[in-house]
């Protein structure tokens, strides 16, 4: 007697599927039941960005703790991810939450940061973030490493205008690395303390950032690496097609 194969294999397949659409229609139809155990494990997911932010997991489960929100040890049942996701979008630092539970008892949280890039710190007394989308955030008491802004800086040139600069920084490498703090001064232009060389860079009017940034990269790899870091205390790169230098006298 001689067997088809194929058509026992389709023969076992077919009873296969078969089962397993017995047990997944069972399951669905009684939720209670699936979701009668206790929360086993809670996954945390802060998105990576290039910037550091704020955020750990363990700021997260601080911040559920404090509503008692979190979920760990907890009926599945009682379990709600949308309050969950309500209450971790009124922190500052959070710009999207998204919380859900699975039928193998465990909860998972997505979150999407805040970036800061740079921190304000005003003439005027003004002490605060700024994010990535201009959007300003309150002091936190984390040591990060991130570009300063001081002078005369009010929240609307802080928002429209020193953001901007900011991101054009911390969009680059090369410069996220190499900028230490940006100065406005009282007209509305700008100053930027590099982190190598003994110098100061007069980006002047906040317009055009990127051509000028790109400018001072260049003068910077094919003159001062060649003339020597600390040979000028001042660099002028407020006009286009020209770089004006103050020589260091010491």
């Not at 979920?71 to 009124?90: D, H």
């Not at 959070?94 to 940061?113: P, R």
């Not at 953001?163 to 969009?171: P, T």
């Not at 001072?216 to 600390?230: C, D, E, S």
Request: with cysteine.
């Amino acid at each position: 007697m001689s067997f088809n194969w194929k058509q026992i294999l389709i023969v076992v397949c077919n009873i296969l599927v078969g089962i397993y659409l017995v047990l997944a229609v069972t399951a669905f139809n009684s939720p209670d039941e699936a979701m009668a155990k206790e929360c086993t494990e809670v996954k945390i997911d802060i998105e990576k960005e290039s910037m550091e932010g704020f955020l750990n997991p363990g700021e997260v489960k601080k911040l559920l703790s404090q509503h008692k929100l979190y979920p760990l040890s907890q009926p599945m049942s009682t379990i709600s991810p949308r309050k969950m996701e309500e209450n971790l979008m009124k922190s500052p630092f959070i710009e999207k939450a998204e919380c859900y539970k699975t039928l193998s008892g465990h909860v998972c949280i997505g979150i999407k940061q805040r970036i800061p890039v740079i921190r304000v710190m005003a003439d005027n007394g003004d002490s605060y973030y700024l994010d990535n989308h201009g959007n300003i955030m309150p002091q936190a008491g984390y040591a990060t490493d991130i570009l300063i802004a001081t002078g005369h800086i009010s929240k609307k040139y802080a928002q429209n205008t020193l953001s901007k600069v900011a991101n054009h920084i911390v969009g680059s490498s090369f410069w996220r690395n190499q900028t230490v703090q940006l100065n406005v001064l009282p007209n509305g232009t700008l100053e930027m303390v590099p982190r190598v060389g003994e110098h100061i860079v007069f980006l002047g009017s906040p317009t055009h950032i990127d051509n000028k940034l790109e400018r001072l990269r260049k003068f910077y790899i094919y003159g001062l690496n060649k003339a020597g870091w600390n040979k000028y205390n001042y660099i002028n790169m407020e006009f286009n097609n020209q770089i004006i230098c103050k020589r260091n006298n010491r």
